[in-house]
C-alpha cells in the first residue's frame, strides 16, 4: 500500500513542530538557569557575572543543546575552587543552577509539547 503524501506531510508537520517545541523550551530554560548562575556567581568586580551568556539553541542528531558559559579566564577556578567569597557568590554557581532547574527544563519541555496540534 502506497504512503499517501498528506500523510508524509502532517508529519513533516508534527515532526517540525516537535521540534521547535524541544528548542523553546531548552531555550527558555537556558536563559533561566543563565539568569540563576548569574545571581549565584561570585562578586568582586561584578565582571564575572556581567560575563555570564548563551550560545544559540541548535540540535544536532536527535540532541537539542544551549551552552551557557562565563567568558573571563578566571570563571573556571572561580567555579570549581572553594575561594573565600566576602561579597557573596557561591563555588559551583553554574551547576547548582543547573541542578536547581532540572525540573523546570522537564516541565517546560512538558508546557511546550502541549501546545501541538496534531
Known amino acids: 500500500m502506497p504512503i499517501r ?7 513533516w508537520q508534527i515532526d517540525a513542530a516537535y ?14 538557569v543563565r ?3 548569574v545571581r549565584r556567581a561570585p562578586i568582586d568586580t561584578s565582571a564575572l557575572r556581567q560575563s555570564g551568556d548563551t550560545t544559540e539553541t541548535y540540535s544536532v542528531a536527535d540532541v ?9 579566564p ?16 557561591e563555588q559551583y554557581y553554574l551547576k547548582n543552577a543547573l541542578e536547581m532547574n532540572k525540573i523546570t527544563l522537564l516541565s517546560e519541555i512538558k ?3 502541549a501546545v501541538i496540534k496534531l
Do not use: C, M, W
Not at 578566571?74 to 566576602?86: D, F, G, I, S, V
Open 5 to 11: 503524501s498528506d500523510t508524509i506531510k502532517k508529519r
Open 19 to 32: 521540534n521547535l517545541a524541544i528548542k523553546t523550551a531548552v531555550s527558555r530554560t537556558g536563559e533561566l
Open 35 to 37: 539568569g540563576e548562575a
Open 64 to 72: 537539542t543543546t544551549v551552552g551557557i558559559y562565563f567568558d573571563l
Open 74 to 89: 578566571y570563571a573556571r577556578r572561580q567555579h570549581e575552587e572553594n575561594y573565600n567569597h566576602p561579597k557573596g557568590g
Open 111 to 113: 508546557k511546550q509539547l
